[in-house]
């Protein structure tokens, strides 16, 4: 590798010291957590160099010791934890045996920080004047009430915030997700450290704040030639963002190196599995695909491969299973005193949704996607509007008819770990359904719920575990066989794989997709990652505050969006805007 | 090594060689929420003397006796002879001042001061759980009414409540009449625990799978959110035992309690009276009511310390 990377490391305004020495440097660094059974070995052998105003990625899935690492370099690492070998070199001092008040000038100062959740890292009952403020008191930056108010004020500007005067005595509560996202980058960047450690800091967010978060982190960076560690689990950001990527698996590192290098030459089977697994990417690996099919190993899902399979298996002709027209659901909102004002959360919304394909409905938090698809499964009454399955009306029937409809469709939730109940047995959760729906033969049961097992590949001697055994894959993959547990012929998959890792993520779209193939199912695909819709969608309707705003194939989608809305939906995925020179 | 622009570097894949994604592994042995709670409190030592205490009360209060050949019912049972008198051979613990044997009139009380406990838990669980569960499942109006009705039963000292009934209630002094005089008004902080660990549960998705299937509303409250809602309850209640029996032996011990019942709480009650001169009748009917709260407090708590996972890690 002799070609140098035209990216973010170019030299801002503010004089750097020099170049060639690291800022910070990481060797053989071992973390570990003393934890009930015993000690656990977080981070093992990790070895990295951060130089001045560069930006370095650290990708891995949940539980890699990325989030580790990063802590490490601040000291940060929870009670049971501790550095227990290597060193951290921040400007050529080690600071493992540094003590609290040498990591106090440290932090803030050298090194600062972005957490992940801007809903829970700003303190409620303190205004955000007062929390900026702090930060800059406890850096040392400005003395003198003036003095800190001023600079108080420049970094919420600088951070992006209008009108930051008079936001300064505003509380948390009144600002959006993004908008305290900015809030914690300006504390962050408030001492003018040399590096800044942004851990996922996005990933709370709506994709489209997400990008524009990511735009001002790296303006704010660059103009200051502070080098910025970026956590992640996006490998597709991590490309775009960074221009060295480290990525970690089990606390180790596996692979690193030039980040545009590393993605188009994945050398080992892990990472090559990630960028495989790695939806984001997939649309932009479609002619490259035959090339690593050699390399790739049974456990290896390709998303590019079934975005292409997808793509011949669409029957457009089919009759529609689920009908839904003028859907409209009107929320009453609390207001002073004993008034109350209509809010629409769904707005006269139709669609159809042909047998054995797949509609993927997406939309940012608050576009009513979520609110649609409780009307379909009967979960809300609808305020207007008809929702007919099967040739069947399923607004206005008695309750025994919506009864009936119920087995029909089906839901699979978000959340692994509250979507079973925890003291059912993974058996008992399965066979709920038919217990319900008076299949009163235990043995008709025990047989199915085997069947069920098997076609999600879960092994039987799972029958008389308890969820807690398991992981959010697999237990999505319970919650799964639940809802096929009637034969239905609509599944509703609410966000139903946005919380799983990437590699697991892939599997179980994988599964979902040959279950369709196999078994003629239909599915309502609610997500707002729009990455994942172009591998398992056929159609695509996207909304916005409660209205459909642009509906079609997805090709037609991707390729040649109408709607401004849909296009920033699409450039904000990232690694969208990857210039990948094949 | 220190370079700005390093080569793309590979672990060696012998010994960073990825798993199969996400495969399942099992431990040997079944795990859930209960199991694994019984798993922590069979390591407890303390557990074992409080289960032992509190199985052998309620052995005692079953089966008297068992335990001493003498009723301390019978006619003739007490002489005024024996009043105040040392421990001698077959009464192991001397006398009261009325000649009665101190030893089986502990182990004859016994019986009802657990009644007493028990249908105070009994009384307090059948008002509090139905009136906490609803309350939160149903929420709106219903959630208002409810809760609105629990706040004017908590701002009751439900000790203070039971001196009134009791002292109203003169003619009827039994154990049934204390205990709903005890756990009519005591049920109220349990209703809220039990309201506020249902609508933790209530929102989660498995409630909202179990509707989509088909159950109703009533059903899925009962099979899904309140068993989800237990662990709490029964730390409550466990240590609520305790407290019923201390309650009905002040009750007692204020002459408003039992009336012609044997219970811990007459005896010290009776004792009062002789501490100069015969402090034992007073001291031993105070150990066996202490040591019998004390054995539920710390089955409660310890249930308490085992159900919560972080608890348990601190150890």
């Not at chain 1, 955000?128 to 040392?140: D, K, S, T």
């Not at chain 1, 698809?373 to 509007?385: D, Q, R």
Request: some cysteine.
């Amino acid at each position: 590798m002799t070609e140098t990377i035209p990216v973010t490391d170019s030299h801002g305004t503010v004089p750097v010291a020099d170049p060639n020495q690291p800022l910070v440097s990481v060797r053989d660094l071992e973390v570990t957590f003393r934890t009930q059974n015993g000690p656990v070995n977080a981070v093992r052998g990790v070895s990295f160099d951060i130089f001045p105003g560069e930006t370095v990625a650290i990708v891995g899935e949940s539980g890699s010791g990325k989030s580790t690492t990063a802590t490490a370099l601040m000291k940060l690492l929870p009670g049971n934890g501790g550095i227990s070998g290597g060193e951290v070199l921040v400007e050529g001092t080690n600071i493992v045996d540094h003590d609290e008040k040498k990591m106090a000038a440290i932090r803030g100062g050298v090194i600062g920080y972005v957490p992940q959740d801007p809903m829970s890292n700003l303190n409620p009952v303190w205004s955000v004047g007062f929390q900026v403020r702090e930060a800059i008191r406890a850096n040392g930056v400005a003395s003198g009430k003036k003095e800190i108010e001023a600079r108080a004020i420049e970094v919420l500007q600088q951070a992006g915030l209008q009108d930051a005067e008079r936001r300064l005595s505003q509380f948390p509560h009144q600002f959006s997700g993004g908008m305290r996202q900015r809030v914690l980058i300006g504390i962050g960047l408030g001492a003018d450290p040399k590096l800044l450690i942004a851990d996922e800091p996005t990933s709370a967010l709506d994709v489209t704040v997400q990008k524009v978060i990511l735009d001002h982190i790296e303006s704010l960076t660059k103009d200051n030639g502070t080098a910025v560690l970026l956590i992640t689990h996006d490998l597709g950001l991590a490309a775009e963002r960074a221009s060295k990527v480290i990525v970690m698996n089990q606390g180790r590192i596996v692979e690193a190196g030039p980040s545009k290098d590393l993605l188009t030459n994945p050398q080992h089977p892990y990472t090559q599995r990630l960028i495989a697994a790695a939806p984001s990417l997939a649309s932009r690996r479609l002619e490259s695909t035959s090339a690593r099919e050699e390399g790739a190993d049974a456990a290896t899902f390709d998303m590019a491969q079934m975005a292409e399979r997808r793509a011949e298996s669409v029957d457009a002709d089919a009759a529609p299973v689920v009908s839904v027209k003028n859907l409209t659901k009107d929320f009453s909102i609390r207001k002073k005193g004993f008034r109350s004002e209509p809010f629409r959360a769904v707005d006269t919304i139709s669609f159809d949704i042909p047998k054995g394909t797949t509609l993927a409905l997406v939309g940012e938090s608050g576009s009513g996607k979520s609110t649609a698809a409780k009307m379909i499964l009967g979960l809300e009454e609808p305020t207007s509007g008809e929702i007919t399955v099967n040739g069947t009306a399923m607004t206005g029937v008695s309750r025994k008819d919506l009864f009936k409809l119920r087995s029909r469709m089906q839901p699979v939730f978000q959340d692994p770990y509250s979507s079973l109940d925890p003291q059912r047995s993974i058996a008992s959760s399965i066979a709920e359904p038919m217990r319900v729906h008076g299949i009163s033969d235990k043995s008709v049961r025990r047989e199915r719920v085997l069947e069920l097992l098997d076609q999600v590949s879960l092994p039987a001697e799972l029958f008389n575990r308890y969820p807690n055994e398991l992981s959010g894959g697999q237990r999505q993959r319970v919650a799964i066989a639940r809802a096929l547990a009637l034969k239905p012929d609509v599944v509703v998959l609410d966000e139903a794989v946005s919380a799983l890792d990437v590699l697991v993520q892939a599997q179980i779209l994988q599964l979902l997709a040959d279950l369709q193939a196999e078994l003629g199912l239909t599915y309502l695909f609610i997500t707002h990652d729009l990455a994942v819709v172009r591998v398992i969608a056929d159609n695509v309707a996207v909304m916005e505050r409660g209205k459909i705003v642009e509906s079609g194939s997805t090709d037609e989608i991707f390729e040649s969006a109408k709607q401004p809305y849909t296009q920033r939906l699409l450039d904000a995925i990232p690694g969208a805007g990857l210039d990948w020179g094949v | 090594m220190s370079d700005r622009h390093p080569d793309h570097y590979v672990a060696p894949v012998d010994e960073t060689q990825p798993g199969a994604v996400d495969q399942v592994k099992l431990s040997a042995r079944k795990s859930n929420m209960w199991l694994d709670a019984w798993r922590d409190l069979r390591k407890r030592p303390l557990f074992y003397v409080a289960l032992v205490l509190a199985l052998l009360v309620t052995v005692v209060a079953l089966f008297p006796s068992w335990f001493t050949p003498l009723d301390p019912n019978a006619p003739g049972a007490c002489l005024l002879a024996d009043s105040n008198g040392a421990p001698v051979d077959g009464h192991p613990l001397g006398f009261t001042r009325q000649g009665c044997d101190v030893y089986s009139r502990i182990i004859y009380g016994a019986s009802t001061s657990l009644t007493v406990g028990l249908l105070v838990v009994a009384i307090t669980g059948a008002i509090g759980i139905p009136m906490g569960a609803i309350a939160g499942f149903y929420g709106g109006w219903v959630d208002s009414f409810l809760s609105r009705v629990g706040d004017i039963f908590f701002s009751i000292p439900y000790f203070l409540a039971a001196v009134v009934v009791m002292s109203v209630m003169s003619e009827y002094r039994n154990p049934l009449v204390i205990s709903f005089a005890i756990g009519g008004f005591a049920w109220a902080s349990l209703a809220r625990i039990v309201r506020a660990e249902v609508l933790r549960n209530k929102n989660l998705e498995y409630v909202m799978a179990s509707e989509a299937i088909g159950r109703s509303r009533g059903s899925t409250l009962l099979k899904h959110v309140l068993p989800n809602s237990m662990g709490p309850v029964i730390v409550t209640l466990t240590l609520s035992l305790g407290a019923a029996i201390t309650a009905e032996a002040t009750l007692s011990l204020l002459g408003i309690g039992l009336n012609g019942y044997m219970s811990w709480g007459n005896e010290i009650a009776q004792a009062q009276q002789t501490l100069r001169t015969n402090p034992s009748a007073l001291f031993w009917p105070s150990l066996a009511l202490t040591l019998t709260v004390l054995a539920f407090t710390f089955l409660g708590e310890l249930i308490r310390d085992a159900l919560d996972p972080k608890a348990r890690a601190r150890r």
